[in-house]
């Protein structure tokens, strides 16, 4: 009888019908196609420090996430960039002065080079202020919210993400909200102008394993807001000490950030899906280990968890029943692949 034969083994593990997302990522990755567009990109730039411990401090935040971005989350060495107010202080890792002019030309060249589907991470550290407009302090003329807002016009396609960790930040939100970006600050507003315990966290979320609540091994941008946001007032309470900041997460593009995300209601949807390890990770499977079917299955998570966040965004437009039996089939889904990448990897699953 027809149809009755042994049935090839998928190229891509045991998940299951994965479906058509899974075959469309299989395919592009097997031409090399989606590993680069849609690679992560950082650009890290600690200002001036104003005494030596916060340099010392400074540098090592920066340095942590420089690591964690290479050997957690897969970004090659040449998509991380480091300035900082004294170039002279690691001539291996630092690549530039952090300057108005240095930064502008940094993205200025990432524009060019970035695929049209990347994610570009900017993490600014050090001193902020409002005199006249909210500002990072640098060596020579300070970078200004609107000066950033101005450069990002640049990516008129890519992911952005802005994370101000500096103290009296909470203003640049207005400047830089919009769609496809994701912004985070570490205070409220200007008027939270005290040194922040903000990046040291924020920084731990991506280089440890705490921040990573639903255990899937990778790190959503509102898991490492929240875990950061958690710590700091828990340090703050261990110190018996008034909090002094509050930080922010704005990624619906309304201009106004929210301490405690909700993504049923508000801020939260986007963070919660974008991963700064996307494409990454796929890169580095297809590359590192040789074997293209678990750069697929990256690519077909990905895919998935787009997909989900998109149907949770429509909810409201939906009828329940389908609404709810949609999302349970996409969530199994989305086990049976992560199970699959797990196993492909030699790792048990949870």
Same mark, same amino acid.
């Given at each position: 009888?027809?149809?009755?034969?042994?049935?090839?083994?998928?190229?891509?593990?045991?998940?299951?019908?994965?479906?058509?997302?899974?075959?469309?990522?299989?395919?592009?990755?097997?031409?090399?196609?989606?590993a680069?567009?849609?690679?992560?990109?950082?650009?890290?730039?600690?200002?001036?420090?104003?005494?030596?411990?916060?340099?010392?401090?400074?540098?090592?935040?920066?340095?942590t996430?420089m690591?964690?971005a290479?050997?957690?989350?897969?970004? #090659?060495?040449?998509?991380?960039?480091?300035?900082?107010?004294?170039?002279?202080?690691?001539?291996?890792?630092?690549q530039?002065?952090?300057?108005?002019?240095?930064?502008?030309?940094?993205?200025?060249?990432?524009?060019?080079?970035?695929?049209?589907?990347?994610?570009?991470?900017?993490?600014?550290?050090?001193?902020?202020?409002?005199?006249?407009?909210?500002?990072?302090?640098?060596p020579? #003329?300070?970078?200004?919210?609107?000066?950033?807002?101005?450069w990002?016009?640049?990516?008129?396609?890519?992911?952005?993400?802005?994370?101000n960790?500096?103290?009296?930040?909470?203003?640049?939100? #207005?400047?830089?909200?919009?769609?496809?970006r994701?912004?985070?600050?570490?205070t409220?507003?200007?008027?939270?102008?005290?040194?922040?315990?903000? #990046?040291?966290?924020?920084?731990?979320?991506?280089a440890?394993?705490?921040?990573?609540?639903?255990?899937?091994?990778?790190?959503?941008?509102? &898991?490492?807001? +929240?875990?950061?946001?958690?710590?700091?007032?828990?340090?703050?309470?261990?110190?018996?000490?008034?909090?002094?900041?509050h930080?922010?997460?704005?990624?619906?593009?309304?201009?106004?950030?929210?301490?405690?995300p909700?993504?049923?209601?508000?801020?939260?949807?986007?963070?919660?899906?974008?991963?700064?390890?996307?494409?990454?990770?796929?890169?580095?499977?297809?590359?590192g280990?040789?074997?293209?079917?678990?750069?697929a299955?990256?690519? @077909?998570?990905?895919?998935?968890?787009?997909?989900? @966040?998109?149907?949770?965004?429509?909810?409201?437009?939906?009828?329940? +029943?389908?609404?709810?039996?949609?999302l +349970?089939?996409?969530l199994l &889904?989305?086990?049976?692949?992560?199970?699959?990448?797990?196993?492909?990897?030699?790792?048990?699953?949870?």
């Open positions: 009888m027809r149809g009755r034969g042994r049935a090839r083994p998928s190229p891509i593990g045991p998940v299951g019908p994965i479906g058509l997302l899974a075959l469309l990522a299989f395919a592009a990755l097997a031409a090399g196609v989606p680069a567009r849609a690679q992560t990109h950082f650009l890290i730039v600690s200002g001036l420090s104003g005494e030596p411990r916060l340099a010392v401090a400074f540098h090592e935040w920066a340095t996430l690591d964690a290479e050997q957690r989350l897969g970004v #090659p060495p040449r998509n991380i960039v480091y300035l900082a107010e004294s170039a002279d202080r690691d001539v291996s890792r630092i530039g002065l952090a300057t108005r002019e240095t930064i502008e030309r940094e993205l200025s060249a990432l524009a060019e080079r970035a695929g049209p589907e990347a994610a570009i991470a900017i993490v600014l550290m050090g001193h902020g202020s409002a005199a006249g407009e909210p500002r990072l302090n640098l020579g #003329p300070d970078l200004t919210a609107d000066d950033l807002a101005s990002l016009v640049r990516f008129p396609t890519q992911r952005i993400v802005v994370v960790t500096a103290s009296a930040s909470g203003d640049w939100i #207005p400047a830089l909200s919009g769609e496809r994701v912004v985070i600050t570490a409220r507003s200007a008027s939270e102008r005290y040194e922040t315990m903000f #990046p040291r966290w924020l920084v731990a979320a991506f440890s394993d705490g921040a990573d609540t639903d255990k899937d091994g990778r790190v959503s941008l509102l &898991e490492a807001f +929240e875990y950061a946001r958690r710590e700091v007032a828990r340090a703050y309470q261990r110190e018996n000490r008034l909090l002094t900041e930080a922010l997460l704005d990624d619906d593009g309304d201009g106004r950030g929210s301490h405690e909700d993504p049923r209601s508000g801020d939260g949807p986007a963070a919660a899906r974008i991963f700064l390890d996307a494409g990454a990770r796929a890169a580095a499977a297809a590359g280990s040789g074997d293209p079917g678990l750069a299955l990256y690519a @077909a998570r990905d895919s998935l968890e787009r997909v989900i @966040a998109e149907h949770r965004a429509g909810k409201d437009r939906m009828v329940p +029943e389908r609404y709810e039996q949609e +349970e089939r996409l &889904e989305l086990a049976r692949v992560g199970r699959s990448i797990q196993e492909r990897e030699g790792r048990r699953p949870r």
